[in-house]
């Protein structure tokens, strides 16, 4: 055991395999006496697991994966202190965050996942509004992370159905419809930029072609 911050308290043990090989190092981060951190090996001197108790409380809260070259992989946490993994962070190689999932609801089950580049900019965001396992709203976003599209899943069919368009993030310029399920456009809505709608065009009896056009 090591005294690493000499108040006369061990505040760090250090286990070793028969063949001398750092097997965990447990950490007392908060001069509790209770271990709040464990850094697990596998032979190496880098850990392949590190497993947090954040809040203090005796109970692990976050637990984050290496890969076998010892670069984080995936950090899952319990993010509300509930006793439940609500939040996993996944990493690329370069340790850049490039997909983020949680359950905002807390059923067990992640309902948003967000994904980035390679740069770390949110490119998408996808949810599952209705908690039933599947995703029914899509968002995308271009440069400086500005909403591009919304895209919904009305039916809940797994196929989106409606499709919304943005300029500069918040103008919405076009809504397409998708009025039959057929997994063509049928309807199409034109905005102005003040969001108040000057055009639609109807597809009424599903050919391809339009058959109405409305001006306000």
Do not use: A, C
């Amino acid at each position: 055991s090591l005294d690493s911050n000499s108040d006369g308290k061990p505040d760090q043990w250090h286990h070793k395999m028969d063949d001398g090989r750092l097997s965990k190092v447990e950490y007392d981060k908060n001069g509790d006496g209770n271990i709040d951190q464990s850094e697990i090996f596998s032979g190496h001197d880098k850990p392949i697991l590190i497993e947090v108790d954040r809040n203090f409380d005796g109970t692990l809260d976050q637990l984050q994966y290496y890969s076998k070259t010892f670069t984080l992989e995936y950090i899952e946490k319990d993010s509300k202190y509930s006793g439940l993994i609500d939040w996993r962070e996944y990493y690329s190689p370069s340790n850049k965050i490039i997909r983020l999932e949680t359950d905002e609801n807390q059923d067990g089950k992640m309902d948003i996942f967000q994904y980035f580049t390679d740069q770390g900019h949110l490119q998408q965001v996808e949810y599952d509004t209705s908690h039933d396992g599947k995703v029914d709203r899509w968002e995308t976003f271009g440069p400086n992370e500005r909403l591009k599209t919304v895209n919904f899943d009305l039916n809940h069919d797994g196929n989106p159905d409606q499709w919304q368009y943005f300029v500069n993030s918040t103008q919405l310029q076009k809504v397409e419809h998708d009025i039959n399920t057929d997994g063509k456009t049928d309807r199409w809505e034109y905005f102005d930029s003040s969001g108040n709608l000057e055009r639609v065009e109807i597809d009424k009896n599903h050919d391809g072609k339009l058959d109405i056009v409305k001006r306000k």
